[in-house]
C-alpha cells in the first residue's frame, strides 16, 4: 500500500517510462514530417481528436473504477480475515473459559490454534504473492505440523484443514457444546472463504482484451492529437503532447497496478502488515510474552 | 479466461473482421461520392459527430460495465463454488473424525460425497457450456449413480439430492449430530444456490433492445463521422474512420463477449480449470492417491 | 424477456413512432419557417447543441444503468426463487427419507408441499402482472386451499402460509427434529422475502419528475440541435435529426421497458418460463408422472 | 411516492421558481450590459462554456445517482419491514399452532404482538417524519403499554423491546422450542436493523460541501453561457437560457429531493401506505374483522 | 458531519486557498507574458482544453463518487453498531427476563455489560479519530477493567473481550441457554466486524498515485486553459480561470475530506453523537437514572 507522502517521482515516472517516450519519439517525426512535405499532411478536425479523447477518457475512468473496485474488494477480504481471526478467538476463550480454564491440554490445543491462525495469515499472505507459503512458519506451529504441510498443494488450505480438527476435538473433549462448535467451526469457514475469495482475485486475469483496446485507444487518440497539434501550434506540440500522453497512460497504469493487489509490488494490499496486526491482537490475547511492534513502512509504502 | 499475453492479433482481428469492413465500404463509397457531385452535399458540422460520439462512447461504457459486471458475477459464483467444496469437506472430514473414524462404511460415503462433488462440478461446468454433463463422471460416480442420473433434465441438481440422501443418512446413522447435519446440509444449499446463479446468468439473454441500438448508435456516428471527415480530410478518411470504427467495434464486441461468461469460448469462465483445482484439493484431503496437475492454459487461453 | 434475435423491426419502431413523428414536424416546421424568415432566425452556436447533447446523454446512460439494475435485480429475485424451490424439496426429501419414508400420511404432506410451491410460483407470476393469481392453480393444490385462498387479499402469501402449517405439523409428527424444522421453515422465510422483494420493485414508481425531464431534455436538445441544423445543412436537416432522435428515444424507451419487469410486456422478466422450470424439477424430484416440457418463446419473446 | 401521472406542472414549476427567476434576471442584465458598452465585454470562448457544461453534467448526473441509491435504499429497507412483518407472523402462528391452539392466553399474546407489529410501522414511519409517533396507536396497542411509551426517547425501540419480552415468555411458557424462540428473536432484531437503517438515511445529511458546489457550478455554467449566447444570438438568449436553466435547476432539485425520503413530502418512501399494506395482511392473518382498505393516492402521490 | 446549513464561507474558502492563489499567480503571469511577448505564444486550440477538461470532470466525478462511498460505508458501520448495541441489550434483557430477574448477581452482570458497551462505542470513536481511547471511560466501567486495559493495544477489542467472557458466564450460571447464548455472542462477533470495517477504512491509504495525477491532471488543464483564454478574452481571463480553478478545486478537496471520515475533522462520521444516541438507548433499556440528551451541534457540523 502506497502512503499519501513521501512517494518518490523515480518510482511514479518508471511505470510510464516507456510509453511517453514512444510518444515523444511519434511526437518528434510528425513534426519533422510536417517541415518537409508542408502541404501534403490533411488539416485533421479538432473536432475528431475532441471525439476520441471523451471515448478513451469514459474508458479510462470505467477501468480505473473498475480496478479500485478489485483493489478495495482484496482489502475488504484482508479485514474479514482480521475480523474472523479476532472473532476465532474471543469465541475460543470465551467458551472454554469456565469449566476448562484449569485443564491445560485444553489451553494447549486452544493456544496452538491461536498461533496456527498467526502463521495461517502469514502464509496466506505469501502464497498469494507467490512467495514461500512456509517460510517463518516454524516460529507458530510445530515441526509435524510443518512436515505434513510439505506435499500438500495448498499450504493455507491444510492449515485451515487442522484448525477443524482441533475444534471438533474440543468438541468430543465437551471443552466446547454442539451450538458452540457449530459457531466456531462456522468462523472457520469464513475463513475458507476468506481465502478462496483472494485466490479468485489473484488468479483472475483481468479481461485481456479490454486492457489491449484501452491501450490502443489511447495510441489512436495521441496520434490523432498530434496531427492537429502539428497544424496549430507547431513545435510547442512536443511538451504539450508529453504531458498530455503522460497524464493519460499515468491514469492506464495506475488502474492496472492497483488491479492485481498481490503481486508483491508496492502498491499491493499490505497483507504482511495485517498479518503482523493479527499476530499483536491474538498474541496479547493468549498472554504470549513476545509481543512485535507493528509494521513500520518501507519507506513510501507499506507491505 | 484470456491470459494476458500471447492473444493471437488474428483472434481480435476475426471478431470485428465483417463491421470494419462494412465501415471500409461505405467510407470509400462516401469519398467517390463526394468526387462525382461536389457541391450536393451539404457540409455536415463536426459539432454532431461530437454529440454522437460523446453519446455512443458513454453508452458504451456503460454496457461494458454491465458486461464486465455480469463477468465478474459468474467469477464469483464459481469463486463460492471453491469455497463450498473446500467447506463441505472439511466439515464431513472434522465433524466424522473421532467416533466413526475405524468405521468404514461411514469412510466410504463421505470417499463417495467427496468424488461426487469434483464429479457435480465438472459436470455443472459442462452442463453450463451446453456439452454433455455426464461425461468423464465415470472417474467419480459409481455406475449405479450414474444410470440414475440418465433420465433427469438437470443433472448437477440430481447430484445435490444424493449428497442430501448421503448427508441425511450420516446423520441417521449418528455419525452427525443435528447441528452438524444442519451445517453440512447448508452447506449444500449454498452450493443449489451458486448452481443456480450460473444457470441464471446463462438463461438470461442481455435486454436485446439496448445491444441492438449500440450497435446502430456506432453505425450513425460513423456516418455522420464519415460525412464531416470526407469534407475535412479527403482521402485520408479511409485510413482514420477504419482505426476509428475498429476502436468502437472492439469496444462493442468485447462487452458482448463477456456478458456471456458460459459459452465454450476463450473468454470464458475458465470453469474446467476451477473444477480442476477442486478435484486436487478433495483428493489431497481424502488422501487419494492419482492427484491430477493444475489445468495448462491452452495457448493464449485457459478454459 | 426479448431473444436475442428475431425481433421484427415493427417492434422497435411502435415504441417510439410518435415521438420521432413529432420530431419530424417541427423539424420541417423549422425548415419552413427557414424558408419564410430567412434572416430573423439567430445562429445557435453549435456549441449549446453539443453541451446539452452531453448532459441528456449522460443522464440517459446512467437512466439507463439504473433501469438495467431494476430489471436485473428483478431477474435475480426469480433466480433466488428457483433456489429456494429446489432447496425446499431437498431439505424436506432428505430430512424425512429414513424413517418415515414408509409412512404414507407423512410422504402425501410432502408432495402437497411439493406442488403447492409450483402452484405458489405460478400465482406469484400472475398476481405480479395483475392476471387472476388463482388460474390454473386447480392442478397443483385442492379444492378446499383454493376455497380458503379466495378472500385473502394476497394469494401468495397465504400459499406461504399453508407451506409454513405443513412443516409444523412435519414436526409436531416428529418427521423433522427442531434443528430441521427451523432450516426449512428459513427457507419459506427466504420465498417470503423474495415475494415482497418482487412486489417491492413491482409497486414502486420510478422517481416520476426524473423521467419527465428526462423527456424534456431530449426535446430541448432536439429542438436547439434543430436549430443548428436547419443553418448548417439545411434540407439535409430533415433526415439527420430523425435518425438522431429515434436513437434517443430510443435508448430512454428501452430504459423505460426494463425498469419494470412484470408489466406483462415482451420485455418482462419470465416469470412463467421459470415457474415452469421450477415445476419440472420439483415434479423429477418428487417421481410425478407428468412432467412438461419446458416452456418455449412466443415467437421473439419468452414470457 | 409520485405516481407516473397527473403530476401537475405547478407542483414541478415551483421547485424550480426562484433559481429560473434568478438565472431570467441576470440573462435580461448580461443583454442591456451588451446595449450599453458594446465592445468592452470579451467574447467568452464557446469551448469554456462546453467544458464547464461537461462538468456540471457529469456531477449532476452522479449526485442524482448517489440520491436515486439512497431513495431505493430507503424503499429497500421499507420492504424488509414488509418481509419481516409477515415473517414474525407467519413464524408465530405455524409454531405455536399445534399444541397451544386452544390456550387462549397463548392466543391472546400472539394477537396481541401482531397488532403491536401494526403499531410499530406506524410509528416508525411517523417518526421518521417527526410526526407525533404516538398518534392512531391506541387503535392497535393497550393504554397501559401506551403509557409505559410516553418518557421513552425512541418509540419504536421501546415497542420491539415489549416484543422481545412477549417472545420470551412464549419460550418460558413452552409454547415456543428453543430453536423457535430464536428464529423469532432473530426476526425481531431484523426489524431493530432495519429501523436503524431509516434513521441512519433520516439523520445522515448528504455531504453538505457537495450540494453547495453543484448550486455554485450551476450558476457558474449559466453566467459563461449566457456571456457566450448574448454575444452570438442576441435577444434569444433570454428564452433559450431559461430553458436550458430550468433543465439543469429540475435535475439538481430532483436529486435533492429523492436524496431525503422520510420528509413528509410527496416524493417520500410511502410508509403510510405500507404500514397498511401490513396492517391488512398481519390482519388476515390473524383473521381480525376489521381489515381495512389499501392506501389511496392523493392527487398524484401516495404518502 | 456539516450539517445542511450555516456553513460558513471562511471554511469553504480555506481548504482551497493555496491552490486558488497558485492559479491566480500563473495566470496573471500568463497575462503579463503575453504583454510582452506578443506573437512567440502558440494560439492553443480550444478543443485541447476541451478535451482535458472532460477528461478530468470524468475522473473526479468518479474519484468523488468512490470517496462518498467510503463515507457512507463509514456511515453503514456505525449504523451496524447502533443497531447491534440496542440487539445486544434487547436479547439480554428479554432472555434473562423470566427466571433471574431478581437475582441481583444476574442483573448486575448484564447492566455492567450494558455500560461497556456505551463505553465500547466511545472507546472506538476515539481510537478511530487518535484521541486517548480510554478517556471518560471510567463513567461506564470499573476501575479494575479500567486498569486491565491499560497495556491492550487495541482497547475496543480489549472491551469485547470482557464482553464475551460476561456473556459464557451467563451460560455458565444458566442465565442463558445453549442457543441463546450463540445468539448473543453472535451479536458481539457483529461488533467486532463493525470494528475491523471501521479500522480498514481508517487505515487503508486511498491509492496515493491516483490522488496525486488528478491533482497533477487539474493542473494541466488549468494551465492549458489559461493559454486558451489569455488568446481569447485578455485581462478577463483572470476572474474566469480562478473561478473555474475554484470549482474544479472545491470537487477534489470535498473528495479528499469525505474519503477519510475518521479524522477529527467537521467532515467526520458524527461518532461521538452516535455513541450519545447509544448512550440513551442502553441506559432508557436499563431504566438508569441519569440519561443525557442527545449531541448538539458545533455551530455548523456534528461531532
Known amino acids: ?50 471525439v476520441l479523447g471523451t471515448g478513451i477518457s469514459l474508458l479510462l475512468a470505467f477501468n480505473l473504477n473498475q480496478s479500485y473496485e478489485r483493489w478495495w474488494e482484496a482489502r475488504i477480504i484482508w479485514g ?8 476465532l478467538m474471543l469465541e475460543l476463550k470465551a467458551f472454554i473459559a ?8 485444553i489451553q494447549a490445543v486452544v493456544r ?3 498461533l496456527r491462525q498467526i502463521a495461517w495469515c502469514y502464509s496466506l499472505g505469501q502464497s498469494l504473492r507467490k512467495q514461500n507459503p512456509l517460510e517463518h512458519l516454524e516460529e507458530f506451529i510445530p515441526a509435524q505440523e510443518l512436515a505434513h504441510l510439505q506435499d500438500k498443494m495448498n499450504k493455507p488450505l ?5 484448525h477443524m480438527q482441533d475444534v471438533n476435538w474440543l468438541y468430543q473433549e465437551q471443552a466446547l457444546n454442539q451450538m458452540q462448535q457449530t459457531q466456531v467451526s462456522g468462523t472457520v469457514t469464513r475463513l475458507v472463504d476468506s481465502m478462496g475469495k483472494a485466490e479468485r482475485i489473484n488468479t483472475t486475469v483481468f479481461p485481456a482484451t479490454y486492457s489491449m483496446f484501452i491501450h490502443f485507444f489511447i495510441y489512436l487518440f495521441l496520434v490523432i492529437l498530434s496531427f492537429t497539434l502539428v497544424e496549430a501550434i507547431g513545435v510547442y ?26 503481486m508483491n509490488k508496492p502498491t499491493d494490499t499490505p497483507v504482511t502488515a495485517i498479518a ?17 511492534e507493528p509494521a513500520q513502512p518501507d519507506g513510501y509504502f507499506l507491505m
Chains 1, 2, 3, 4, 5 share one sequence.
Open 276 to 292: 503482523r496486526t493479527i499476530e499483536i491482537n491474538i498474541k496479547q490475547m493468549l498472554g504470549e510474552p513476545n509481543v512485535p
Open 237 to 262: 506540440e512536443i511538451p504539450v503532447l508529453t504531458a498530455v500522453a503522460s497524464t493519460f497512460f499515468l491514469v492506464e497504469k495506475t488502474a492496472r497496478h492497483i488491479q492485481d493487489p498481490f
Open 80 to 87: 474479514a480475515i482480521v475480523n474472523d481471526s479476532r472473532a
Open 158 to 162: 491444510a492449515l485451515l484443514e487442522l
Open 112 to 114: 496452538s490454534i491461536g
Open 98 to 105: 469456565s469449566a476448562d480454564a484449569q485443564k491445560p491440554h
Open 1 to 50: 500500500m502506497l502512503l499519501s507522502h513521501n512517494i518518490p517521482f523515480r518510482y511514479i515516472f518508471r511505470k510510464i517510462r516507456v510509453d511517453v517516450l514512444r510518444v515523444l519519439l511519434f511526437s518528434i517525426s510528425f513534426h519533422i514530417l510536417k517541415l518537409v512535405l508542408t502541404d501534403a499532411l490533411p488539416p485533421v478536425p479538432s473536432g475528431l481528436a475532441s
